[in-house]
Nanobody, 119 residues
Framework: QLQASGGGLVQAGGSLRLSCAAPGSIVSINRMAWYRQPRGKKRELVAT???????NYADSVKGRFTISRDNTKNTVYLQMNSLKPEDTAVYYC???????????????WGQGTLVTVSS
């Protein structure tokens, strides 16, 4: 349901911007988030943003990553600066949203986008 894009290969110290759109007929989107999963490791929470714009970050990315959203486009972004090799992972977007025709919010995942940071 969610479509993520923007991953790629970047050198350490560089920047990337990830985007994730929720297409289709959306009634409302509550919490949106980015997770990441390094190869061979568990998926971990990177950042969250509420419908009101409140944000939270993992300690490992504070001061380097910024999560934002455009409610008019049903899209969440992750601006990643000062990238490090340890940021290498598949990044997944996640959202709690309600589709037209549904009574309750449901949780959806994007397909993942690979970010590789070379040293």
């Amino acid at each position: 349901q969610l479509q993520a894009s923007g991953g790629g290969l970047v050198q350490a110290g560089g920047s990337l911007r990830l985007s994730c759109a929720a297409p289709g007929s959306i009634v409302s989107i509550n919490r949106m988030a980015w997770y990441r999963q390094p190869r061979g490791k568990k998926r971990e929470l990177v950042a969250t943003i509420t419908s009101g714009g409140s944000t939270n970050y993992a300690d490992s990315v504070k001061g380097r990553f910024t999560i934002s959203r455009d409610n008019t486009k049903n899209t969440v972004y992750l601006q990643m600066n000062s990238l490090k090799p340890e940021d290498t992972a598949v990044y997944y977007c996640n959202a709690d949203l309600r589709l037209v025709g549904r009574v309750f919010e449901e949780n959806y995942w994007g397909q993942g986008t690979l970010v590789t940071v070379s040293s």
